[in-house]
Structure formats: C-alpha cells, structure tokens
C-alpha cells in the first residue's frame, strides 16, 4: 500500500467532504458554526441517545461500564460547548492599529481523526465538534471496535444536521470495514491529522507525511505526601481509578506514599475500596501472562477483574480496585507501565524529595510529558515537583481522571487528547482544543518605524560584560 494506490470507496468520501468543507467555508458565518457544533453536542448528549451509546460502546469493545460512559459522554461535551462558547472562529479574530496587523481566521480544511476504542462516543463527537466549530469538514478513523458507535453517532449528527438544513459530508467516517491501510490514505490525503490512542497509531500519524497533533502514553503518578488529607486523597484516587474501569489515559497508575504516613493512608483506602495485595509476582503473571496485558483485566468491573486475576476470596467484600506494592521500575518491572484496569502500583518513599525521585523515573520509563498529581497540604511543593518531574501537567489535591481533561473546578480546557509536549513526543503539551483545528491569515500593514538603537539593547550588557 501506498499514497497512490486508489481505495475508491474511502477516495470518495475523502473528496465529498473536501468538497463540502469547501462550501462550508465559503458560505460561513460564526452563527453557522456555532450551530453546526451545537447540532452535534445535542446528538451524543441528548439522554436516550447518550444512553444508547453508552451501551453499545461498552456491548462492542467490551470496555468500560455504562454509567460512567453516560457521564463521560455528557461532561466532557457539556464542558467543550462551554469552552468554545462565544469564541470567535469566523472572519477578524483581532485589529491593532498600532502594529498593522489584522488577523483572520481560517480552517485548517479536512480533519482526519484518529480516535480510540476507550472512547469510542465522547472522543469523535469532541474532535467534530472541534471541527466544525472551526470552518473545517472531517473524517473519523475508528478503531475496528468502535465502528459500530462511530457509525451511529454519526446517524444521529446527521439527524440533528437535517433539522438545521446543514451539509451531512461534512461528518463522515472511513466506511467500514476498517484497516490500517484505509486509515493510513486517510492520513496522506488530509490536511491535519488529529490522533488519540495508540503510540502505534500516534507514530504513523506523526510519519504520515500530514501535519499532525497527536498525543503521548498516559501513566499518571501520584504522590501522597505526609501533610496530606488522607481520607479526601483515598477517596478521589478510588473516584478517578475505578471511573469507566481506568479506561482513561488520565486514570492513576501508581501511587507513591511518603512513608510516615503509609500505615494511616493504606486504611483510608481499605475504606474506600482498595485492596492492597502483597504478591506482586501472582499479580504480575495474570496481568501481563503472555507479555501483554490480559484483555480479561483490562478496564473491566471489579468482580470480573478480581476473577481474572485470580483473587476471588483473597481481598475484602466491596473491593473496588487493587493495590500492589512494588519497588521496581523499568523495563521487566510491567506494573511502573500503563495497566489500563483496576491495578494500581503502590510505592513507598522515606520523604517528599525520595516521591519525586521515584516519581520521575517512572514517568522517564513511560508516560513523560502526560501528567503526575499531588495530594499536599503544603503550597510550595506542587512547585518542586513541577521543575523535577518531565510533566505538562501537575494536578493538585483533585481526582486526576476528572481534573486532568477539564473539570469545571479548575481552568484546564476540556478534551480526551492530552498533548505531552516534546518530553512525549508530541508537537503540543496542551490539552487539544478548538485552537488546534484552527489557522490564520495575517494582513500586514506598514506603520512608523520602530527601530531601536545600539544602546537600548546592549547598554545592560556593555556594562556587564564591556563593549
């Protein structure tokens, strides 16, 4: 396979949307923007059909649980249309005078995005929204899992596009049956590629030969620190760990316990559900057997997870997810890694400094560039670990699935792709949103002159250092 060779079927949608992006811009407005992206947050976030989703993602990946899809769905849209709101997308962003300089926005053209199977309703309906919002016509990419709720959440996009009179090919999806050659023409045929999931998709996209924002691996570490609120800290880690069976790449992997406090922090969290289980090999061998993560673990209930991994009667009634304690970090150490289940590894650390430590050897092994969190009651050290640990992100005394995509207790914009920065390497660290689907024409004008002399900018630096 190669970018000449023709796929007709997926060639033609490839060029209606073109063609529909194309009008789309030409026959703009911000009013029809904003509406077009209305159109698709009420598609998934209306209940019946939020609901519906919910339930057929999780029936058709076998990820997740039905409850938190269904918040998932409606939050994280509810959160991107608040974002966007009110956002200047269309015509004149900005006009200074003083510069000369007046900008325009423009799209980006056609998106083709690469979505995961984690998320197989909330990611597509943000990137169309994201899209749309912006001028531009797209493509979604679903993984082989998600085909069926891409193709009915796109039913239901088009519904809601024929009560506005708007143009369903501006919302299309690779026809199915999905494959990675067809994903790949995709990618060389569009003009920004926008990538969730997979390292191995996040590399082809990045080697595709398209612009392309992607996102790095998830393997969030979070340090409990000895002036923390324990039962408040147990209590969110147990919220963001067990929320859509850890399927989020936000969701807590490790925790790293200051050792003074370990004793009274391990039974904050037997009462909020977790088991701690001290046989890391036995652990070890069901979550990984062949190398690989069991599929029979990952992002399961808790009963099927605690079947799977061979620990029925061996942990407490009312067990919520697993604690193992380790020490190991690095290759031929699985569980520092992404786990994608209900496993957290547990650390001990003799002070705050020795957490960091450990802190950023795990995420230098995997994860660099996503995000780490804190539960602190000292105001200066979400700092240090900022400056230690190569992170975007440091999320502080908050449940860090909720906290780290947007939340409306904090400032972070709402979005399922995490940018990791060049630390994951990803071309933004930034939580991906509307700005990314969006590009500028600048209008420069000529003003008076502006020129410095010598002085001004080497006076400091002639009396330092001498002329």
Same mark, same amino acid.
């Given at each position: 396979? *190669?970018?000449?060779?023709?796929?007709?079927?997926?060639?033609?949608?490839?060029?209606?949307?073109?063609?529909?992006?194309?009008?789309?811009?030409?026959?703009?407005?911000?009013?029809?923007?904003?509406?077009?992206?209305?159109?698709?947050?009420?598609?998934?976030?209306?209940?019946?059909?939020?609901?519906?989703?919910?339930?057929?993602?999780?029936?058709?990946?076998?990820?997740?649980?039905?409850?938190?899809?269904?918040?998932?769905?409606?939050?994280?849209?509810?959160?991107?249309?608040?974002?966007?709101?009110?956002?200047?997308?269309?015509?004149?962003?900005?006009?200074?005078?003083?510069?000369?300089?007046?900008?325009?926005?423009?799209?980006?053209?056609?998106?083709?995005?690469?979505?995961?199977?984690?998320?197989?309703?909330?990611?597509?309906?943000?990137?169309?929204?994201?899209?749309?919002?912006?001028?531009?016509?797209?493509?979604?990419?679903?993984?082989?899992?998600?085909?069926?709720?891409?193709?009915?959440?796109?039913?239901?996009?088009?519904?809601?596009?024929?009560?506005?009179?708007?143009?369903?090919?501006?919302?299309?999806?690779?026809?199915?049956?999905?494959?990675?050659?067809?994903?790949?023409?995709?990618?060389?045929?569009? =003009?920004?590629?926008?990538?969730?999931?997979?390292? *191995?998709?996040?590399?082809?996209?990045?080697?595709?030969?398209?612009?392309?924002?992607?996102?790095?691996?998830?393997?969030?570490?979070?340090?409990?620190?000895?002036?923390?609120?324990?039962?408040?800290?147990?209590?969110?880690?147990?919220?963001?760990?067990?929320?859509?069976?850890?399927?989020?790449?936000?969701?807590?992997?490790?925790?790293?316990?200051?050792?003074?406090?370990?004793?009274?922090?391990?039974?904050?969290?037997?009462?909020?559900?977790?088991?701690?289980?001290? =046989?890391?090999?036995?652990?070890?061998?069901?979550?990984?057997?062949?190398?690989?993560? *069991?599929?029979?673990?990952?992002?399961?209930?808790?009963?099927?997870?605690?079947?799977?991994?061979?620990?029925?009667?061996?942990?407490?009634?009312?067990?919520?997810?697993?604690?193992?304690?380790?020490?190991?970090?690095?290759?031929?150490?699985?569980?520092?890694?992404?786990?994608?289940?209900?496993?957290?590894?547990?650390?001990?650390?003799?002070?705050?400094?020795?957490?960091?430590?450990?802190?950023?050897?795990?995420?230098?092994?995997?994860?660099?560039?996503?995000?780490?969190?804190?539960?602190?009651? =000292?105001?200066?050290?979400?700092?240090?670990?900022?400056?230690?640990?190569?992170?975007?992100?440091?999320?502080?005394?908050?449940?860090?699935?909720?906290?780290?995509?947007?939340?409306?207790?904090?400032?972070?914009?709402?979005?399922?792709?995490?940018?990791?920065?060049?630390?994951?390497?990803?071309?933004?660290?930034?939580?991906?949103?509307?700005?990314?689907?969006?590009?500028?024409?600048?209008?420069?004008?000529?003003?008076?002159?502006?020129?410095?002399?010598?002085?001004?900018?080497?006076?400091?630096?002639?009396?330092?250092?001498?002329?």
């Amino acid at each position: 396979m *190669n970018a000449i060779d023709p796929i007709p079927e997926l060639d033609a949608v490839i060029a209606s949307a073109r063609a529909a992006q194309a009008r789309y811009e030409a026959e703009g407005s911000q009013e029809r923007y904003d509406r077009a992206a209305q159109a698709v947050g009420w598609a998934i976030m209306e209940p019946g059909r939020n609901r519906e989703l919910a339930e057929l993602a999780v029936k058709t990946t076998g990820l997740g649980n039905v409850a938190d899809k269904i918040v998932k769905n409606h939050r994280k849209t509810l959160g991107l249309l608040r974002d966007i709101k009110g956002v200047t997308t269309y015509g004149v962003i900005s006009d200074d005078a003083a510069t000369g300089l007046t900008e325009i926005a423009r799209p980006m053209g056609l998106i083709g995005a690469i979505v995961p199977s984690t998320n197989p309703g909330a990611t597509p309906a943000n990137n169309i929204i994201n899209a749309l919002k912006c001028g531009n016509a797209i493509v979604v990419a679903p993984s082989p899992k998600g085909v069926a709720s891409c193709e009915r959440l796109l039913e239901f996009i088009h519904a809601e596009f024929a009560k506005i009179g708007e143009d369903p090919e501006l919302v299309q999806m690779v026809p199915a049956p999905g494959s990675k050659e067809k994903t790949q023409r995709l990618m060389e045929s569009c =003009d920004l590629i926008v990538a969730t999931g997979s390292q *191995n998709n996040v590399h082809r996209a990045q080697t595709a030969g398209t612009p392309a924002v992607a996102v790095g691996t998830g393997n969030v570490t979070v340090i409990v620190d000895e002036t923390a609120d324990l039962a408040a800290a147990a209590e969110k880690i147990r919220a963001s760990k067990t929320f859509d069976n850890a399927t989020s790449c936000s969701s807590e992997n490790a925790v790293v316990v200051v050792d003074a406090v370990r004793d009274a922090f391990l039974e904050e969290m037997a009462r909020a559900g977790g088991a701690v289980v001290e =046989d890391e090999a036995a652990v070890v061998a069901a979550l990984f057997p062949d190398g690989h993560l *069991n599929r029979m673990v990952v992002a399961q209930d808790d009963d099927r997870m605690i079947e799977a991994l061979g620990l029925t009667g061996k942990v407490p009634e009312g067990t919520e997810y697993v604690a193992v304690p380790t020490k190991g970090i690095g290759p031929g150490h699985p569980l520092s890694e992404e786990k994608l289940s209900r496993v957290l590894a547990l650390y001990g650390a003799k002070d705050f400094e020795e957490a960091v430590e450990i802190t950023s050897r795990i995420q230098r092994h995997q994860g660099a560039g996503h995000s780490v969190g804190l539960h602190t009651g =000292d105001d200066a050290r979400p700092m240090v670990l900022a400056r230690a640990v190569p992170t975007s992100r440091v999320i502080v005394n908050q449940a860090h699935t909720f906290a780290t995509g947007g939340s409306f207790t904090n400032g972070m914009k709402f979005s399922l792709s995490m940018g990791c920065g060049a630390w994951g390497g990803n071309s933004v660290n930034d939580n991906v949103h509307w700005k990314h689907f969006l590009q500028t024409t600048r209008i420069v004008r000529e003003i008076p002159p502006d020129e410095p002399s010598l002085e001004e900018i080497f006076g400091d630096y002639w009396k330092a250092a001498g002329a």
